[in-house]
């Protein structure tokens, strides 16, 4: 019986990631996109997160909220049966504002972890925008990772495609390898760009 060889992993202890099962595809999947939004949102990356879908998010979340505690305040001040029609109106735009939030992660953001912007460092001019979108089918011990960039001035977009065993990136005890992590999306990122300045 061949040896498996462990991954390395030799980051900072308070650096390093756990995950209680490494078994359950939802935690892995979760702990391998922070990874990697983790990588390319810090100072190793040469791209600035953007925040749209968090931001439309958040602002989804926010109006419910304060729509419920308006919709309260009202009844509070006032009287149920005088507020009937503000809760009932209440009611319903919460349910289609969760509606649209729904429809916003399935059909807009869909499997998108990470956005980012590249900037010509001299002129700060906007020189592409990276999107990647991951996936981790149930049952699957396979992470797909798909890398877009669109170059702005040679006005061109290339993909590129990352399908790894997980088993390659978390150790026995189930922490995940974050080094071995950075530098497999590091070349796959690094292959996407040269392959938009090939003639």
């Given at each position: 019986m061949a040896d498996t060889k462990e991954p390395d992993n030799t980051t900072n202890p308070k650096e390093s990631v756990e995950i209680s099962n490494k078994f359950d595809g939802t935690q892995v999947k979760n702990a391998v996109d922070d990874q990697v939004r983790k990588y390319f949102g810090?100072?190793?990356?040469?791209?600035?997160?953007?925040?749209?879908?968090?931001?439309?998010?958040l602002l989804l979340g926010y109006s419910s909220c304060l729509l419920a505690s308006g919709a309260f305040l009202f009844e509070y001040y006032t009287s149920f049966q005088e507020a009937k029609p503000i809760l009932l109106c209440s009611v319903i735009i919460f349910w289609l504002l969760q509606g649209v939030s729904w429809g916003y992660s399935a059909f807009v953001e869909q499997n998108e972890i990470f956005v980012g912007y590249k900037n010509d460092p001299k002129t700060r001019e906007r020189q592409g925008i990276l999107t990647i979108s991951s996936e981790m089918k149930r049952y699957s011990p396979t992470y797909i990772i798909q890398m877009k960039y669109q170059d702005q001035k040679l006005h061109k977009t290339t993909q590129t495609k990352l399908e790894k065993n997980v088993a390659s990136w978390f150790t026995e005890d189930g922490v995940l390898a974050t080094e071995i992590v950075d530098k497999d999306i590091q070349e796959q990122a690094a292959s996407l760009l040269r392959q938009v300045h090939k003639d």
């Open positions: 810090s100072e190793k990356s040469d791209y600035v997160e953007g925040h749209v879908h968090t931001d439309i998010k």
